[in-house]
């Protein structure tokens, strides 16, 4: 098995640090970091790369590199479109094409999207969300093979959720799972090791009349992206432990 890179195990430490540091904080030089590390100053710089692609750190010329405001945590019971949500942190959405087809669906797609035909189908769209070009997930979105004409809209820098209430379908109630992977395929897209977990987040979507509208599957970058969840607490069961 391949070892990993130097600056691969030294940018996973810096993570861990930037997830506790402040925004706005001054992060160490790199002539700092590499008598720490006892490395060379350019394996240090290949890791502040990595850091700053990733949306995690500002380098500021003739100031020094701060470490960046993370995006504020989405309530896992609301749900905004994608674009609508990147502008609320003051970043810039896009989404990169990786696919936009109908065909077959899967047996999870057939039964949550309740299609009974002998070989359903599916309007298929996987897209690569980003913030300021920074790839924070990839999406696996399907619908109700009537809505075919979602292919032809812009899926790049359109919004599906605006498409579908120009169309007089209102995205209403929802329900979703929350699971981990790793990145395996995604990796490259998402610039990050196969290794990498991921936050997946499962989700069925219906319309106003209870019917279901939109099936997707979205694969997140942990360090990226952020759900906040409130819950109930039940009370220790007090009966006969037997």
């Known amino acids: 098995m391949a070892k990993t890179p ?36 350019m ?6 790369n990595a850091l700053e692609d990733d ?34 942190w003051g970043r810039t959405p896009s989404s990169h094409l990786v696919e936009a087809e109908v065909r077959t669906a899967s047996a999870a797609e057939a039964a949550a999207l309740q299609l009974t035909a002998a070989s359903p189908r599916v309007v298929s769209i996987v897209r690569v969300r980003c913030a300021d070009d920074v790839p924070l997930a ?17 899926l790049e820098s359109g919004s599906l959720h605006r498409a579908l209430h120009e169309r007089g379908l209102r995205p209403t109630l929802g329900s979703s799972r929350l699971t981990a992977q790793r990145a ?15 936050l997946v987040e499962t989700r069925l979507i219906v319309d106003q009349h209870s019917a279901p509208l939109e099936y997707t599957v ?9 759900l906040q969840v409130t819950f109930d607490v039940q009370p220790p069961h007090t009966g006969d432990p037997r």
């Open 55 to 88: 949306g995690l750190i500002e380098r500021i010329q003739g100031r020094g590199t701060f470490v960046r405001q993370r995006p504020e945590p989405r309530a896992a019971g609301t749900l905004m479109s994608f674009q609508d949500q990147v502008r609320t």
């Open 43 to 48: 394996t240090i710089r290949a890791a502040l």
């Open 138 to 154: 990839v999406e696996y979105a399907c619908f109700p093979p009537h809505l075919s004409v979602l292919l032809d809209l812009d």
């Open 184 to 198: 395996g395929a995604d990796a490259e897209r998402l610039h990050v090791p196969a290794d990498e977990p991921l």
């Open 218 to 226: 979205s694969r997140y970058v942990g360090d990226r992206y952020d």
């Open 6 to 41: 130097l600056y691969v195990r030294i940018e996973r430490e810096l993570r861990v640090r930037l997830a506790q540091a402040e925004p706005g904080e001054l992060v160490p030089a790199e002539s700092v970091l590499a008598e720490e590390f006892g490395v060379a100053r």
